[in-house]
């Protein structure tokens, strides 16, 4: 009974995990789905894993080269300071876990940081860490 079990849901798991398919409707629209119409020649496409770092952009207070905010400018209230931090802790656990490091640009195409982008931007964050996650 236990075997019988196991493989219902090794099945039913596997089936679940269903593959994206693209194709051209008879006015030329592109449509992606994962169950193409019946009459319709589709092809599968393969889809590639999320951004490390998915457009949003990290609140950063420190300035180009790596100081602290900007003299003159007023203090963050306990709720920013909260996002900061949890943004910079965010930002260290993505770069400490990942080898590369992929980012959204402006335009919506993503690039890979290079090592000494990743070495700044970890600074950053750790010097945030520092400061806003008391």
């Known amino acids: 009974m ?3 079990t196991f493989l219902v849901l090794v099945v039913s798991t596997s ?12 006015n030329g629209s592109v449509h992606y789905g994962d169950a193409p119409p ?7 496409v393969h889809v590639l894993s999320a951004p490390s770092n ?6 950063r207070l420190t300035a180009p080269d790596g100081t602290q905010q900007a003299a003159g400018q007023p203090e963050v209230s306990k709720e920013q300071a909260s996002e ?6 965010n930002d260290l656990n993505v770069i ?3 080898s590369r490091v992929r980012i959204k640009q402006a335009d919506g195409t993503y690039r890979y940081l ?6 700044s931007r970890k600074s950053d964050s750790e010097a945030e860490v520092a400061r806003y996650c008391k």
């Open 38 to 44: 019946v009459k319709t020649k589709s092809e599968s």
């Open 54 to 59: 998915p457009g949003k952009a990290l609140p």
């Open 114 to 119: 290079s090592e000494e982008e990743i070495a």
């Open 15 to 26: 089936l679940n995990a269903g593959a994206i398919h693209k194709w051209v409707d008879e």
């Open 2 to 4: 236990r075997y019988l």
């Open 96 to 98: 400490k876990s990942s």
């Open 84 to 89: 900061i931090c949890e943004a910079a802790r």
